[in-house]
């Protein structure tokens, strides 16, 4: 329970507790067509998912993370 399936990465940035996300099992970041160098980067990334947050959007990572190379 302490895990979500789509998160973080506890080794990288994290976003503001404030924004509601837990650690995930797949990273948001790691589904990014560029890799975030910067928190800046992160946050952007991490803000933009736990505002559109939804099935599809969880079911889109999963996808991205399980096809790339």
């Not at 329970?1 to 080794?11: E, N, S, T």
């Not at 924004?19 to 928190?39: E, F, K």
């Not at 980067?41 to 790339?68: F, P």
């Amino acid at each position: 329970g302490r895990r979500a399936l789509v998160g973080y990465d506890p080794a990288r940035p994290h976003p503001p507790e404030a924004w509601g996300l837990r650690p995930g099992i797949v990273s948001i970041l790691d589904t990014l067509d560029a890799p975030a160098t910067t928190i800046v980067e992160a946050h952007r990334a991490y803000w933009a998912y736990a505002r559109n947050q939804s099935a599809a959007l969880d079911l889109d990572i999963l996808v991205r993370a399980l096809t790339r190379p």
